[in-house]
């Protein structure tokens, strides 16, 4: 079976500091990968998606990064947090079927982050 | 990609049934409509997925009328554990091989809270 984890679960850091979030997903090949933000009391904002190793797109433009460097490995970063920044980040994935399709995504625990 | 409106919260008690409707006036000939639950600190999870009429699962039906331009989430006999954040997200991920896919948009959800 699949499995998708994140790390770390939480984390507090200062302004100007850097970030690096990792997701992984297990049991599965080729699938897409999402970062999410969640800010408190609002919905889920896409940040980034990727369908495959170094093929990342931006949905939004921010202080934020990410990166694809193997199949199953996601990484979000930032090399100066800001305040703005504190959330509720989520990685996703889903494996799309056929060349136009909609499938469920599969969402990760998550990692709250706070920036101080 | 459409966009949805839902009531921001909604209140109910155990053993109800609950409807929460969702609008998306421009949703779009190739999109589904699905919906997700959220707990608090946790990721979305999905519930149902539907294109048009009914849908039922072991959880909740969807119902999609004619013109596609609403649809209502039903939960059966609500228990305290279905408090929860439910999100209504209107879509088609379209993969054109080769290039870039199309996103998902998270609003701000409806908050049901059940109460004893």
């Known amino acids: 079976s699949q499995t998708i984890h994140q790390w770390p679960a939480t984390l507090v850091q200062p302004v100007g500091s850097p970030l690096s979030l990792e997701c992984t997903v297990e049991?599965?090949?080729?699938?897409?990968l999402y970062w999410y933000r969640q800010a408190a009391g609002r919905g889920l904002q896409l940040l980034f998606y990727?369908?495959?190793?170094?093929?990342i797109s931006s949905e939004v433009p921010q202080n934020l990064s990410a990166s694809r460097p193997q199949d199953r490995q996601f990484i979000l970063s930032s090399k100066k947090l800001l305040l703005s920044d504190s959330g509720f980040y989520l990685c996703?994935?889903?494996?799309?079927?056929?060349?136009?399709?909609?499938?469920?995504?599969?969402f990760g625990p998550g990692t709250r982050l706070t920036v101080l | 990609l459409a966009k949805t409106t839902q009531p921001i919260s909604m209140d109910s008690y155990e053993g109800q049934e609950v409807n929460i409707t969702c609008s998306h006036n421009n949703i779009a000939t190739n999109d589904y409509i699905t919906w997700y639950q959220q707990f608090p600190s946790q990721g979305p999870r999905f519930i149902i997925q539907?294109?048009?009429t009914k849908v039922t699962n072991e959880v909740a039906s969807l119902f999609i009328p004619a013109d596609r331009k609403s649809s209502t989430l039903s939960l059966p006999r609500v228990s305290l554990s279905d408090t929860a954040v439910y999100y209504c997200?209107?879509?088609?991920?379209?993969?054109?091989?080769?290039?870039?896919?199309?996103?998902?948009?998270f609003g701000k959800g409806t908050k049901l809270s059940v109460k004893p």
């Open positions: 049991g599965t090949s080729n699938p897409n």
């Open positions: 539907g294109y048009k």
């Open positions: 996703a994935w889903t494996i799309l079927d056929g060349p136009s399709s909609y499938n469920e995504q599969f």
């Open positions: 990727s369908i495959g190793i170094d093929q």
């Open positions: 997200l209107v879509g088609d991920i379209v993969v054109r091989y080769g290039g870039s896919q199309g996103n998902l948009i």
